[in-house]
């Protein structure tokens, strides 16, 4: 699988797609790391939400697997708080005979990447691990084993079988860049509005200084009665408020206007939004556009004009009476001159 992606902020696509192809992710080990200690259970729910649909939607696409297994270990008690997370946040009703769960019970978190768990993946037949997916999410701060990564990424190259390992906690390493076959980096961000979490999943070997969004999206999450809600948007900018400005330019507004309701010069609207691909928010209305600019910071009531409206919501009542009194004295200027002439 591959997909298309382009680089302008035209589009009106979901996710538009930019000039380079980017392939599914590569049979081997694939690592997922980054400071998300608190955000374990929403990463693994959208990874494993991603391979269920062989989604296009994260930085690299999904493969289409057979069997998908995502495997936990600890202690009774953290496995019976694992298991309630996965009811919570909708992932578990996914289960079926293609997809899942085996919670691994032991006095103390088992490692995932030890030598004892990668001799169980070897054990297994070739029927067994062909077009298979094993999702390994260790615990936070549990680094994986060299020679336990190394095995898996061949038994994966030889038999198309993909092994993800979660570590939270984890910072980027090179020894672990030279091991696996694929590195996914996981950070925390500010979510738009609406949401309760965002964290960015980003593709370090796809950046580009030509194309910020390249290799990068951003994952919103909230937590409804039904589940987890997720909402997967390129990369546009930390800063909330020139996520605004790339919404609004796709939306037809131009630099003149964004510059005027931001006050700040057109030219630096448009070189905020150089080579930015965006896309509009799901549901899109006057609503959402005040909660927007209410989380920006900025007066609603500027929403529907540009520098002549800001200037009226910002005149202030002396100036107002200052303007009526000389309408005034005008007006009665004009009045004593007539009866001069008179």
Same mark, same amino acid.
């Given at each position: ?12 696509? =979901?996710?538009?797609?930019?000039? +380079?192809?980017?392939? +599914?992710?590569?049979?081997? %080990?694939?690592?997922? %790391?980054?400071?998300?200690? +608190? ?6 729910? %959208? ?38 997370s996965h009811a919570w946040t909708g992932i578990a009703a996914y289960a079926n005979n293609a997809f899942t769960f085996e919670y691994l019970?032991?006095?103390? +978190? ?7 768990? %990668? ?6 037949? =070739? ?21 336990? $990564? ?8 030889a038999n198309h079988t993909y092994f993800i390992v979660i570590c939270p906690g984890m910072t980027l390493h090179a020894k672990y860049q ?65 996520? $605004? ?84 004295r005008n007006a009665r200027n004009k009045s004593n001159v007539k009866k001069k002439q008179r």
């Amino acid at each position: 699988m591959k997909r298309a992606l382009r680089s302008e902020c035209a589009s009106t696509e =979901k996710l538009p797609s930019l000039t +380079a192809e980017v392939s +599914a992710i590569s049979p081997g %080990v694939t690592l997922v %790391v980054g400071p998300f200690g +608190a955000l374990r259970l929403y990463v693994e729910h %959208v990874l494993l939400l991603a391979l269920a649909t062989a989604s296009a939607e994260l930085p690299v696409p999904m493969p289409s697997c057979d069997l998908i297994t995502s495997i936990h270990s600890g202690t009774r008690r953290q496995l019976e708080m694992i298991k309630c997370s996965h009811a919570w946040t909708g992932i578990a009703a996914y289960a079926n005979n293609a997809f899942t769960f085996e919670y691994l019970q032991a006095s103390t +978190a088992l490692n995932l990447t030890s030598l004892e768990m %990668v001799s169980w993946f070897a054990r297994k037949r =070739k029927s067994a691990l062909e077009k298979a997916c094993f999702v390994l999410v260790l615990q936070d701060g549990v680094l994986p084993h060299d020679e336990g $990564l190394l095995q898996p990424r061949r038994l994966g190259e030889a038999n198309h079988t993909y092994f993800i390992v979660i570590c939270p906690g984890m910072t980027l390493h090179a020894k672990y860049q030279a091991i696996a076959n694929e590195l996914l980096v996981v950070s925390p961000g500010e979510p738009d509005p609406g949401y309760e979490e965002a964290f960015t999943i980003a593709c370090p070997e796809l950046f580009s200084s030509f194309q910020p969004s390249l290799g990068k999206v951003v994952c919103n999450t909230r937590l409804s009665d039904a589940g987890l809600e997720t909402e997967i948007t390129p990369y546009v900018s930390d800063d909330l408020k020139t996520r $605004l400005m790339a919404i609004l330019k796709l939306n037809g507004w131009s630099m003149q206007r964004i510059g005027d309701l931001f006050e700040v010069d057109k030219s630096n609207v448009s070189r905020k939004l150089r080579n930015v691909v965006t896309t509009i928010p799901d549901g899109w209305d006057d609503d959402m556009f005040v909660q927007w600019l209410n989380s920006c910071g900025i007066d609603p009531a500027k929403r529907h004009g540009g520098k002549d409206a800001r200037d009226r919501e910002t005149l202030k009542p002396s100036q107002t009476v200052a303007q009526d009194d000389r309408s005034e004295r005008n007006a009665r200027n004009k009045s004593n001159v007539k009866k001069k002439q008179r």
